[in-house]
């Protein structure tokens, strides 16, 4: 099958992997069906010209007209693209079809020789620059990345603690602080919690930043923005340092929940908002929900879950009566088999001896809350 590209038509691909390798020449066909071969997870386009005769057999898709009327589709599909195209070409085609930063793929250009990537398109959240580093060791190919933070190996603010979950607040200020950061200018890094071994480069932390155990403490310094890493929710007197800074989030707020069967997930989740409104936590940093094994299958809770992305977990007695408590219940273990639910089960996902709220019964909701202390 040939895909037809017509001016104005959405052309209808065959989506099997999460990045599409797309090539127009004939060297550049002989890199794609290699790459194709060896990288997975891809897709491979080229034009029907260049056909072999084993397309069909590989799920290699061929094309006829221009290669500009299939990139809206691959944009609208795949989440990264890799073009075998010349860099000027590429950027003159994608132009009209951009939208943003958090939305647009990462687009990756090879040369017709393959001798150089190029990081084109959204290196960071669009993971280009990953993308580029990995086609190149592929191809034995020059990896060209651009990107300041990656240039000068410092803290690129939108992917800061993306590999262990952690999400911002709010991206109005990841421009300005980047600039900050890629200036060197003062920028304080309060990790309040969340993992410990954020920096990821080979060399020390540049002399520009500085770690501070507080935001109380950053704030009485000079400094010209900052990344805060925290779960809880700031004081008026805090949000001062959000002036220029970035709120992230790590996932470490572990909800040990029980509740009786067929409650209402809507009751769940006004417990659950209630009981972190109290702590002053925020709910973007919840990252599980645990509980006993008979409750695998209560809908309230697998509604919850599923609406926010937290991990569900589940325990059997057994596990969760290894775990020393500070209120065991008899009435529970004589419906359970455990002599408690909420916090045995906060407890043992978390890590944690001490929990910020051991139980608390709401309705037909209990809670316990823990926080992952790395």
Excluded at 30 to 58: C, H, N
Excluded at 94 to 117: C, F, S, W, Y
Excluded at 184 to 203: C, M
Excluded at 290 to 310: A, F, P, V
């Amino acid at each position: 099958m040939v895909l037809s590209l017509v001016e104005n038509e959405e052309a209808v691909i065959r989506q099997n992997g999460d990045y599409a390798i797309v090539a127009i020449t004939k060297h550049g066909v002989e890199t794609a069906r290699r790459l194709g071969s060896i990288f997975q997870g891809s897709d491979v386009y080229y034009m029907s010209k260049f056909e072999k005769g084993d397309e069909e057999q590989k799920g290699i898709q061929l094309f006829q007209g221009s290669v500009r009327l299939l990139l809206p589709s691959l944009f609208k599909h795949y989440k990264g693209l890799i073009l075998i195209i010349s860099l000027g070409a590429v950027v003159r085609m994608i132009a009209p079809i951009l939208k943003d930063k958090k939305t647009d793929p990462g687009v990756v250009v090879v040369d017709d020789k393959a001798e150089h990537v190029i990081s084109v398109l959204s290196g960071h959240i669009g993971g280009a620059n990953e993308l580029t580093a990995e086609i190149a060791a592929l191809l034995g190919a020059v990896p060209v990345i651009t990107t300041a933070s990656d240039v000068q190996k410092t803290i690129p603010v939108d992917l800061f603690g993306k590999r262990f979950g952690w999400t911002w607040e709010s991206d109005e200020k990841l421009t300005p602080v980047s600039a900050s950061v890629v200036n060197e200018e003062r920028v304080a890094v309060v990790r309040e919690s969340g993992e410990r071994n954020w920096w990821h480069h080979d060399t020390p932390l540049p002399e520009s930043i500085t770690e501070y155990e507080s935001i109380e403490e950053a704030l009485k310094q000079p400094i010209d923005g900052a990344l805060v890493v925290t779960h809880r929710l700031l004081a008026e007197a805090e949000e001062k340092i959000l002036d220029n800074g970035v709120l992230f989030r790590p996932k470490v707020i572990v909800l040990g929940i029980g509740c009786n069967r067929g409650t209402a997930a809507e009751e769940i989740e006004s417990v659950i908002k209630e009981t972190l409104d109290e702590l002053q936590f925020s709910i973007n940093s919840v990252k599980a929900v645990c509980t006993i094994d008979l409750k695998k299958d209560e809908e309230g809770l697998l509604e919850i879950t599923n609406k926010y992305n937290w991990e569900f977990i589940y325990y059997s007695p057994k596990q969760l009566n290894e775990i020393s408590i500070e209120q065991p219940s008899d009435t529970v273990y004589k419906f359970t088999g455990a002599y408690g639910v909420s916090e045995p089960a906060a407890k043992k996902y978390s890590g944690s001896d001490k929990l910020e709220i051991v139980k608390k019964k709401s309705g037909n909701v209990t809670i316990s809350v823990a926080v992952i202390e790395h």
